[in-house]
């Protein structure tokens, strides 16, 4: 690993390249939530592509695809408190790798999208989800975009750390 000097040019430009994009990120996930949450009702459904996408307005009490939905006592505080150490893992990470793009966008991704559902979370006490997809009757798990930076972020360490390996 290579440890950062925070004065050192390179990973300034490096911290504000994370944070650009995590933001971009965090807006672009919370605009578009907002959108949905001030034209749909809950459940409420627009068909985008007939057979394959619609746009339908649900709420995820639980984990990634709705795991642990309906544990009311402690949910909202473990989903928290997860996300926070996510979030802090996530800048330890980047902290701690090496100067790579995959490195940075998989982390500012990850980062982002997390901030997205915490938002979320605190500000609803569950996640605002709206795109479906399905093929005839089966449907893959509602999501948004948060949802899908954290998976394409994923996806990018993962390789990084396949890569480095």
């Given at each position: 690993?290579?440890?950062?000097?925070?004065?050192?040019?390179d990973?300034?430009g490096?911290?504000?390249?994370?944070f650009t994009?995590?933001?971009?990120?965090?807006?672009?996930?919370?605009?578009?939530?907002?959108?949905?949450?001030?034209?749909?009702?809950?459940?409420?459904?627009?068909?985008?592509?007939?057979?394959f996408?619609?746009?339908?307005?649900?709420?995820?009490t639980?984990?990634?695809?709705?795991?642990?939905?309906?544990?009311?006592?402690?949910?909202?505080?473990?989903?928290?408190?997860?996300?926070?150490?996510?979030?802090?893992?996530?800048?330890?990470?980047?902290?701690?790798?090496?100067?790579d793009?995959?490195?940075?966008w998989?982390?500012?991704?990850?980062?982002g999208?997390?901030?997205g559902n915490?938002v979320?979370?605190?500000?609803?006490?569950?996640?605002?989800?709206?795109?479906?997809?399905?093929?005839?009757?089966?449907?893959?798990?509602?999501?948004?975009?948060?949802?899908?930076?954290?998976?394409?972020?994923?996806?990018?360490?993962?390789?990084?750390?396949?890569?480095?390996?």
């Amino acid at each position: 690993m290579v440890k950062q000097n925070p004065t050192d040019g390179d990973f300034r430009g490096r911290l504000a390249a994370f944070f650009t994009i995590a933001i971009f990120v965090l807006v672009l996930d919370q605009i578009t939530k907002n959108l949905v949450l001030s034209n749909f009702a809950l459940h409420e459904s627009l068909n985008v592509i007939p057979g394959f996408f619609n746009v339908t307005y649900v709420r995820n009490t639980g984990a990634a695809f709705g795991l642990l939905a309906g544990q009311e006592k402690w949910r909202h505080l473990f989903f928290q408190m997860v996300s926070l150490l996510a979030l802090g893992a996530i800048v330890y990470l980047f902290w701690t790798s090496k100067r790579d793009r995959l490195a940075l966008w998989g982390s500012a991704l990850v980062f982002g999208g997390a901030a997205g559902n915490l938002v979320d979370r605190i500000r609803f006490g569950y996640v605002v989800d709206f795109m479906d997809f399905f093929l005839g009757s089966y449907h893959w798990p509602a999501f948004n975009v948060a949802d899908s930076s954290i998976t394409v972020g994923a996806f990018l360490l993962a390789i990084k750390f396949l890569w480095d390996k």
